[in-house]
């Protein structure tokens, strides 16, 4: 009888699997939990728990970064997490999405623009080298001589220097306030300057850091094998023998290498896959809440005429019910969020914002003045969940009058129509890293500064002109008065269109796993308390 | 025509078909909407980061020199190297093609052992209930979705136990046990939809054959079902079977995509995929060329060998009405 029911669960579940991504309007509550056990954290490792077993760790999609394996290369935030394990950087981000010291123990500011870090004296390189403060002073100036995308989040850093043992001085030519948020990125990472120089080490095919794991294997698409990094400070405190990252396309087959245990620890992409692994009783689903946000692009320069008008556009935005997608889309796990990520310090609120009110009657009479609307929304079926925010919107612009049809688009063909000059679509959803400074990602809303967002958004100077200000401003209440300023222009134009926090979904076994995992994350990196792991 | 003719026409025709996929291929690849950079570089990529990968990949050639650059590599056995991991295709090709080469060789197995006699069984029993069961099950062997059955075992698997496992793929040196297991599954999935096809075609043939005045006659004569099949159904009914389970080879071993994701088996099908997501174009052109040359050799063979069972194929180009 008991066989019978589990295949009947068979049965339906791969039903409900089938139907996923058409069923945003009636989706279950999900089973993953974002209740903390700790203070800031949804699991805090067990030092008492079994420890020195091969940790499994399963992935949706590996790293793929025209620049190979060179951390200032990396892009995404698979890449960080990834890469983040064999490399470290001067700073770091807490459980409280606070700046926390890393490679550098500790720093001053001697004034808006100087800093001038302590290194730690413990650093080792993997191939058994200690790091020094050229090491620091030539990773940061490659940065800057090899712009490449985070190179723009560092900010105007006018010198850099070694200033002592142990020492290094940087200068900003102007204030610039998310500089210790910027520089705990992977992209930042401290390389092996002497080796790189001496050609000692081809750093875009081998990675060598000062990390508490070493890269064993990588065969791309496939799998990744890390061991210890012996001459980390943590190497005898480590909880696991070795990692393996696999990379698995599927989520149903990483839920089940969940309940199967081939997996001790695997990122899921649906809050229905919660549900889903609630029979198993060795695993627990919870998600963790990110800085990213998902947001809706209005194609003001190459979309449909009408979306030229702000009044149109602005009509658009008011009528998106966050809080149904919200509900229907995260089970209520996530939020609304401005351009600056809402659960940052000083960043403008949501509830605030013009377009909060949802006054569907003016919407419907800006529509109704264009005689109506009919436009394509893009997603990509990279990302589950955008296709079910899409249908939300869908739902909530029928009522103002405009007809969208939804085109779900692989990856390749999506960025053509978006990014491309000239753009081709007149909605289309996507998401921002939200970093763990609320100015950085504010960014993006410049096209000059941006530049991808140029073929499908104009922006304006005094949206520039905010941007600068937060970037500069000192936390407080000035700089939060200029994010709000920043955030309502945003919204009146209503070119990018913030939505939701988009939270990370993470399963694992408790039989044979006690991770440490914050509740909240900057940079998509899960893995990032991956020393206090332990797998039996 | 001579046999000797006949087959030389054949294989002359085969390779002019693969010259020209080959163009086809080419440009089907280069008309595809997005390119690589866009996808290992993002959107946030500067002009000029775009035009060193572009360049670094060699796409700034023009676009029949690039043509005749992978032909030309083709032809020495270079396939050229992936854009995001800088690792040989050929490579990846021999750490991949003798995974799916043994899915697709157990699952043939798997199919002619069942198949042939359950489409035999189904025609010779066409009149009852037996024929008719037969009918309706291949009918669902054929209709049900590669997806849905896997994703129905893995959730299967991994609740029930079986002593199998989705995520337990090793390489053949390194675990012949673990290789094998986790075999099991996608040889499962694509060997109900094979069979159900092979019974299906089976069952079609020997009905044909069936109605033929020369085996009425040996009816009328008096001859044993066993006897009228061993002498004039078997040999009568072969091409058409043989075709079709040439077709499925050739599909086998093109890439079996779904069930490599699915069950996460690192195969030619999941190597495309992923290579397709992402436009890596030299994985693509390669696997498709590949995937082609097996369709058109295995034609081939069958084209050979049924014209060696049943040399009045010669006379009629190939086909019998």
């Known amino acids: 009888m008991r066989k019978r029911t589990r295949i009947g669960v068979a049965i339906g579940t791969v039903a409900l699997l089938t139907a996923t991504g058409c069923s945003a309007a009636s989706a279950p509550a999900p089973a993953a939990t974002s209740e903390e056990v700790a203070p800031g954290f949804l699991a805090v490792a067990d030092s008492a728990a079994p420890a020195g077993g091969e940790l499994v760790v399963q992935v949706d999609y590996d790293t793929a970064e025209a620049s190979g394996l060179d951390p200032q290369g990396a892009a995404t935030a698979r890449s960080w997490m990834l890469e983040g394990l064999v490399y470290e950087t001067l700073t770091t981000i807490d459980e409280n999405l606070e700046v926390a010291p890393g490679l550098a123990t500790s720093w001053e500011t001697a004034s808006d623009t100087e800093y001038v870090f302590t290194l730690a004296d413990d650093a080792v390189f993997s191939n058994g080298r200690a790091m020094t403060a050229d090491d620091v002073v030539g990773s940061i100036q490659r940065l800057i001589d090899n712009p490449v995308t985070w190179t723009g989040q560092l900010g105007p850093v006018a010198s850099v220097a070694a200033t002592g043992a142990g020492e290094v001085t940087v200068t ?29 080490v081809d750093i875009t095919q081998e990675m060598l850091g000062t990390g508490p794991l070493v890269a064993s294997a990588h065969r791309q698409d496939e799998q990744w094998t890390f061991v210890p990094n012996e001459h980390h400070p943590d190497a005898a405190d480590l909880g696991f023998s070795s990692l393996t990252i696999d990379i698995v396309g599927d989520e149903a087959t990483r839920a089940a290498a969940l309940r199967d245990g081939s997996a001790d620890l695997a990122i899921l992409n649906s809050t229905d896959s919660a549900a889903l692994l609630t029979s198993a009783s060795d695993v627990r689903v919870a998600t963790q809440r990110n800085t990213d946000f998902h947001y809706l692009m209005i194609n003001s320069i190459g979309g449909d005429p009408a979306l030229t008008d702000e009044g149109v556009r602005f009509a658009i935005n008011s009528a998106i019910d966050r809080a149904t997608i919200n509900d229907l889309v995260f089970g209520g796990s996530a939020s609304a969020s401005g351009v600056t990520p809402v659960s940052l310090p000083d960043s403008c609120d949501p509830a605030d914002l013009p377009s909060a009110d949802r006054d569907l009657a003016a919407a419907t009479s800006a529509i109704d003045a264009v005689g109506g609307l009919e436009l394509d929304l893009l997603v990509y079926t990279d990302e589950p969940v955008l296709a079910q925010i899409a249908q939300v919107i869908q739902q909530n612009l029928a009522e103002i009058g405009v007809d969208v049809s939804i085109e779900q688009l692989d990856y390749a063909t999506y960025s053509g129509r978006v990014y491309s000059d000239p753009s081709d679509f007149d909605l289309a959803l996507s998401w921002f890293a939200g970093y763990a400074d609320p100015a950085m990602v504010t960014t993006w809303w410049s096209p000059a500064l941006a530049g991808f967002s140029s073929v499908y958004m104009s922006g304006s100077p005094e949206l520039d002109e905010l941007i600068a200000t937060g970037a500069s401003a000192q936390p407080g209440d000035d700089r939060a008065d200029a994010f709000a300023q920043l955030c ?3 919204d009146e134009q209503s070119e990018m269109v913030p939505l939701v926090l988009r939270p990370s979904i993470i399963g694992w076994n408790t039989g044979s796993l006690s991770p440490s995992i914050s509740s909240d994350e900057g940079y998509g990196d899960v893995l990032r308390r991956i020393t206090e792991f332990r797998a039996g | 025509m001579t046999v000797i003719l006949w087959s030389l026409r054949r294989v002359l025709a085969a390779l002019v078909t693969l010259i020209g996929v080959s163009v086809l291929i080419f440009a089907s690849v280069r008309l595809m909407p997005g390119d690589y950079t866009d996808l290992v570089l993002g959107p946030l990529a500067t002009e000029a980061q775009r035009a060193q990968a572009v360049a670094a990949s060699g796409l700034d050639a023009p676009i029949v020199e690039q043509y005749f650059r992978w032909v030309g590599g083709v032809l020495t056995g270079d396939l050229g190297y992936s854009f995001v991991s800088n690792v040989s295709v050929s490579e990846e090709f021999a750490a991949r093609l003798p995974v799916t080469a043994t899915i697709a060789a157990i699952t043939i197995v798997v199919t002619l052992v069942i198949g042939i006699p ?3 069984a189904s025609a010779l029993r066409s009149g009852g209930s037996a024929g008719a069961a037969g009918k309706l099950l291949s009918a669902l062997g054929i209709s049900l979705p590669e997806f849905l059955l896997a994703g129905l075992l893995v959730f299967a698997v991994s609740t029930l136990g079986l002593g199998l496992s989705v995520g337990q793929f090793a390489p053949f040196a390194v675990d012949p046990g673990r290789f094998f297991g986790s075999l099991v599954l996608p040889i499962v999935v694509l060997s109900v939809g094979c069979v159900a096809v ?15 005045p020369h085996v009425q006659a040996a009816v ?24 079709i389970v040439g077709a499925l080879v050739a599909v086998l071993l093109g890439g079996t995509v779904i069930v490599e994701f699915v069950f996460n088996v690192p195969g030619m099908g999941s190597y495309l995929q992923t290579a397709l997501g992402r436009r890596d174009y030299a994985i693509i052109q390669a696997a498709v060329l590949l995937a082609a040359m097996v369709f058109i050799l295995a034609a081939l063979v069958v084209d050979l060998v049924s014209n060696a069972l049943d040399p009045r194929l010669r006379l009629t180009g190939g086909s019998r009405r």
């Open chain 1, 172 to 200: 900003l030519s102007e204030p610039y306030t998310p500089f210790l948020a910027a520089l705990a990125n992977t992209p930042a990472a401290i390389l092996p300057m002497s080796e790189i120089a001496s050609g000692e």
């Open chain 1, 488 to 490: 309502s222009l945003a």
């Open chain 2, 220 to 243: 009328a004569r008096g001859e044993t079902p066993l006897s009228i099949v061993r002498h004039h159904v078997l040999r009568n009914a072969a091409a058409p079977i043989l075709t």
């Open chain 2, 118 to 120: 359950l489409g035999f």
């Open chain 2, 198 to 212: 092979v019974a299906r075609n089976t069952r079609d043939a020997v009905l044909n054959v069936l109605v033929e």
